[in-house]
């Protein structure tokens, strides 16, 4: 069975950082599709942010580029999300996602692709005050 367990999300003011990080039971990171996707308060939509391929090409999503960083820990089979530069429209729920392996052969992966993932955890709360 596939566990996805996020954790560090908080609150903080604008401009401050945050890192998250994604431990993951029954399933191995290395060589797979992951990502971030997030769901802002009131909107039912949740959004992929950043996305890492099985050849480990990233692509991030124009609001968070240059200030968020993904990045895994093999040995420890976890997936971190370094949050800079925090600004109150980041407030949102996180979650980390993986598996792409039901994708068709042809689809690239990108960063809105993470909502298509197969597992998802449960999500860590982040808050950004102004």
């Known amino acids: 069975q596939v566990r996805l367990v996020e954790s560090g999300g908080g609150s903080v003011q604008a401009g401050g950082s945050l890192t998250l990080s994604c431990a993951a039971a029954?399933?191995?990171?290395?060589?797979?599709?992951m990502g971030w996707l997030r769901q802002a308060p009131g909107k039912q939509q949740r959004d992929g942010i950043v996305?890492?391929?099985?050849?480990?090409?990233?692509s991030y999503a124009p609001s968070v580029k240059g200030r968020f960083t993904i990045s895994q820990d093999n040995a420890e089979n976890t997936l971190y999300l370094l949050m800079n530069n925090l600004k109150p429209e980041d407030t949102a729920t996180y979650y980390c996602?993986?598996?792409?392996?039901?994708?068709?052969?042809?689809?690239?992966?990108?960063?809105?692709?993470?909502?298509?993932?197969?597992?998802r955890g449960q999500g860590t709360q982040v808050t950004v005050s102004s």
């Open positions: 029954g399933y191995t990171f290395s060589g797979s599709c």
């Open positions: 996602a993986t598996d792409c392996s039901h994708f068709s052969p042809q689809r690239t992966v990108v960063y809105g692709s993470v909502r298509d993932f197969r597992f």
């Open positions: 996305s890492i391929d099985s050849n480990g090409r990233i």
